[in-house]
């Protein structure tokens, strides 16, 4: 089955910093890439989410990238903000037989006043 | 629009009781997840249904057992609580398959002594 890897589990930038957080998938079959944003004690909801046939999408701050040679993807937020302090998750899936997200195991952002 | 609602939020069970977890989506959605998500880790899948009438399991189904009631609502049952199911979990729905955005609820924290 799909195993997806992700780093760092913990990051700490200034604020208006750029933060990046890697994840890496192993299922070259995946083709749906969605990064969720998790406060504390909070539901995940998505901020953004890319497909194979797509090498980068942005929106606002934030973006992702994708190598599907090297099955890698990436989130970049850009002048980043106390209240981007946060677990971020990247995941992915595909839409056939499990048709179902396989998550990282999330990163911890610190944005520092 | 209410979303996913999951019942209850918070449960204490004692090892041995049973329960069964609630979830219900009003967004006309094909397909529901059951994730737990234990500190420090991502979610996983406990098991899923891609369409009414079908449930098949995911990463972690042990001790646990789901049934489709209809469209909208999807549940979870614990048979017999074991202190190692203590965790978050939260049901998710999406419009199709494993491709497409899945929108979680606000989560089920289960404690079991």
């Known amino acids: 089955g799909e195993n997806v890897e992700q780093h760092p589990s913990t990051l700490s930038v200034q604020e208006g910093d750029s933060a990046v957080i890697k994840c890496t998938y192993s299922?070259?079959?995946?083709?749906?890439f969605p990064w969720y944003k998790q406060e504390l004690g909070k539901r995940p909801q998505l901020i953004i989410d890319i497909r194979s046939n797509v090498g980068e999408k942005k929106d606002q701050r934030i973006a992702v990238t994708l190598n599907k040679t090297a099955k890698h993807f990436s989130l970049h937020i850009t002048e980043t903000q106390p209240e981007d302090s946060a677990v971020y998750f990247c995941a992915a899936s595909k839409g056939t037989g499990r048709r179902a997200l396989t998550f990282g195991s999330g990163t911890r952002l610190q944005v520092q006043p | 629009n209410a979303g996913v609602t999951q019942t209850p939020k918070f449960q204490v069970l004692k090892t041995g009781q049973s329960m069964t977890l609630q979830c219900a989506q009003d967004?006309?959605?094909?397909?529901m997840y059951w994730y737990r998500q234990d500190p420090g880790m991502g979610l996983r899948l406990i098991y899923y249904?891609?369409?009414?009438?079908?449930?098949d399991k995911g990463e972690v189904p042990n001790g646990y057992n789901v049934s489709r009631l209809n469209k909208r609502e999807f549940s979870l049952r614990l048979e017999s609580a074991a202190p190692s199911q203590t965790s978050v979990y939260f049901c998710a729905s999406t419009t199709g398959g494993g491709d497409q955005p899945q929108h979680f609820g606000d989560g089920t924290r289960l404690s079991i002594l």
């Open positions: 967004m006309n959605h094909n397909s």
């Open positions: 249904s891609a369409s009414e009438g079908t449930t």
């Open positions: 299922d070259s079959a995946s083709n749906y």
